[in-house]
């Protein structure tokens, strides 16, 4: 009997040291097994600052841990217009199932309720990465300033150096040169009709030894609608059919 007494007031002791423990334990804190942070810090850092990249949106826009997260400092072309699908294709090589540091700035969030944020890959700057191969301009908030001098410097390099769909000018390369083309044309027609009288009927075709020389004549004076030199009897375009 004393026995079992002694065993009750040794267990009513554990339980009152337990209660102690854990009365001293709690201040207020669900215990959770992980770091608390302050309410401020718990607001600052409610977003992972690593994670894997899951889709890519368009150029300047990704999804991340499930949210939409839109690139910093820099802006790509829209659904429809040039540069849409070669920014898409490059950020897709460059980061998609992937994982980068995300990095702040002043803003959290955009007025479409997209993170604001920079992006890194093994220590490289996405945002600036884009702008500097001509896939994306240079676009700053007045909030938003990390960064902004490297980014807008990417650009000036990209546009100096005519890089990326951007700053390529394909198009206007391609009309320059036609219009050299056409240029070219209209001199050496300039030339080859300096070389022949067209205004009356001075040729006919024994004067040539060759098809080729009274073809030139006669497209050089107007070909059908001037053939002032009667090359072309049949008025079928050819003339002189019968040299060789």
């Known amino acids: ?27 207020g804190s669900e215990i959770t097994g992980n770091v608390i942070l302050e309410k401020e810090e718990q607001e600052t850092f409610d977003f992972p600052l690593n994670a894997f990249v899951s889709k890519v949106i368009d150029g300047d826009t990704v999804i991340i841990a499930g949210e939409s997260v839109r690139l910093l400092g820099m802006d790509t072309d829209e659904r429809g217009y040039p540069c ?10 460059l980061i998609l199932d992937k994982e ?25 700057n996405i945002n600036l990465q ?4 001509g896939l994306a301009v240079a676009r700053f908030s007045p909030e ?3 960064y902004k001098k490297e980014i807008l410097d990417a650009e000036l390099y990209a546009r100096e150096n005519k890089l990326g769909c951007k700053w390529r000018e394909v198009e206007e390369e ?29 040729y006919n075709c024994g004067d040539f ?15 059908v609608n001037n053939d002032v030199h009667k090359l072309d009897r049949d008025g079928d375009g050819d003339a002189c059919e019968t040299l060789a």
């Open 1 to 27: 009997m004393k026995s079992q007494k002694i065993i009750i007031v040794m267990l009513g002791i554990f339980i009152l040291l337990g209660i102690g423990i854990l009365l001293m334990l709690d201040d």
């Open 84 to 93: 849409y699908n070669e920014a898409k294709k490059r950020i897709e090589e």
């Open 100 to 124: 980068v540091v995300l990095e702040s700035d002043a803003e959290d969030k955009d007025r479409y309720d997209r993170r604001l944020r920079y992006i890194f890959l093994d220590g490289e």
């Open 130 to 133: 884009l702008v500097r191969e």
């Open 144 to 146: 938003n300033k990390k």
């Open 174 to 202: 391609e009309i320059i040169e036609e219009v050299e083309d056409e240029v070219e044309e209209e001199i050496e027609k300039i030339v080859d009709n300096s070389e022949y009288d067209c205004s009356s009927n001075v």
């Open 209 to 223: 030894k060759t098809h080729a020389e009274a073809q030139k004549v006669f497209e050089a004076c107007g070909g």
